[in-house]
């Protein structure tokens, strides 16, 4: 563990060559997974992320929202122990069992399918873990495949089983399905959920999509100039309807908060949704 630029600390179990103090593992407050007080990034002159607090509780379900540049990504990536330059006065505490999922699935083409998913450990034990977690995404009977024989929807399958494959405390996710089609995605959302029902990490999906995050989400974070500004609790009955009337307030609120209006209904479509200019 070594000094961040204005003494942050980081723990984390990602080796992290770098001045802030990532403390990875248990240092987190009781039922919480992830502690961040005060954390600081800037890019040149310009600050991204402003002494920014978040928690995270054990098994909590967290969507986060925020403007294309508002600072997501360099949230997640300073989370998974990816960033060497994060500063801040405060700490960072992520769990040392962390997996990351990205937009897209970043597999090893030259590895086949199961290989991708354990990642370099080998015997029946995880082998067995391997296959039963491309059972779960719905990949059964296509370990021996190689990446680029499978689909854009199959290939971010395979990376959710890896990043499964450990019974990880803490899943982070930068927009694991920006790159879907539609209906892709929607899959992808009930699939996701009920392996997190099962699994039971702590998640963090930074996400666009605003139905996305209250379809999903146990609470929702929007982050603007650098802080979070926004952190909304999403109690809704199961299974989420998108037409259920405190799903709707929900998303007006959000999308409110990202400076989006919605202008009303043309006649025989949805409503037209558009950018205020801030
Ligand atoms: N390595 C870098 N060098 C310089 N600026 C950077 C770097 N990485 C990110 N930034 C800047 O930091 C800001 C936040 O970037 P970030 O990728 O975190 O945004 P984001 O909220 O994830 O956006 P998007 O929704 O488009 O993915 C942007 O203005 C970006 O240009
Ligand atoms: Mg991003």
Same mark, same amino acid.
Do not use: C, I, K, M
């Given at each position: 563990m070594a000094p961040h630029p204005g003494g942050l600390t980081v723990h984390t179990d990602v080796h992290v060559d770098t001045e802030v103090h990532v403390d990875i593992e248990?240092? +987190?407050?009781?039922?919480?997974?992830v502690r961040v007080r005060g954390l600081t990034r800037r890019f040149g002159g310009r600050?991204? @992320?402003?002494g920014l607090d978040l928690e995270i509780g054990e098994n909590e379900f967290v969507a986060l929202l925020g403007r294309s540049g508002s600072g997501k990504s360099t949230l997640l990536r300073a989370l998974a122990g990816l960033d060497p330059d994060v500063a801040g006065d405060g700490e960072v505490d992520v769990p040392a069992n962390s997996s990351v999922i990205f937009?897209?699935?970043? @597999?090893?083409? /030259?590895?086949r399918v199961l290989a991708n998913v354990v990642l370099g450990a080998s015997g029946a034990a995880a082998v067995r873990r391997g296959q039963e977690r491309l059972a779960e995404v719905? @990949? +059964?009977?296509?370990?021996? +495949? /190689?990446?680029?024989?499978?689909?854009g929807g199959e290939q971010q399958r395979v990376a959710l089983a890896r990043a499964l494959v450990g019974e990880p405390r803490l899943l982070l996710a930068d927009?694991?399905?920006?790159?879907?089609?539609a209906l892709t995605r929607i899959r992808m959302h009930g699939l996701l959920r009920e392996l997190c029902e099962r699994h039971r990490p702590a998640v963090l999906l930074v996400t666009h999509d605003v139905d996305e995050a209250v379809a999903l989400a146990d609470r929702v974070l929007v982050l603007e100039e650098g802080r979070i500004t926004v952190d909304t609790p999403i109690e809704l009955?199961?299974?989420?309807?998108?037409?259920?009337p405190r799903f709707l307030e929900h998303r007006e609120r959000l999308l409110a908060a990202l400076g989006v209006t919605q202008e009303p209904a043309s006649p025989g479509g949805r409503p037209a949704t558009e950018e205020t200019s801030r």
């Open positions: 248990g240092h +987190a407050g009781t039922g919480s997974v600050t991204v @992320l402003d937009q897209d699935a970043r @597999l090893l083409p /030259w590895q719905g @990949l +059964a009977g296509r370990e021996r +495949a /190689w990446p680029n024989q499978l689909s927009e694991p399905f920006g790159a879907l089609d009955p199961a299974p989420r309807q998108h037409r259920h």
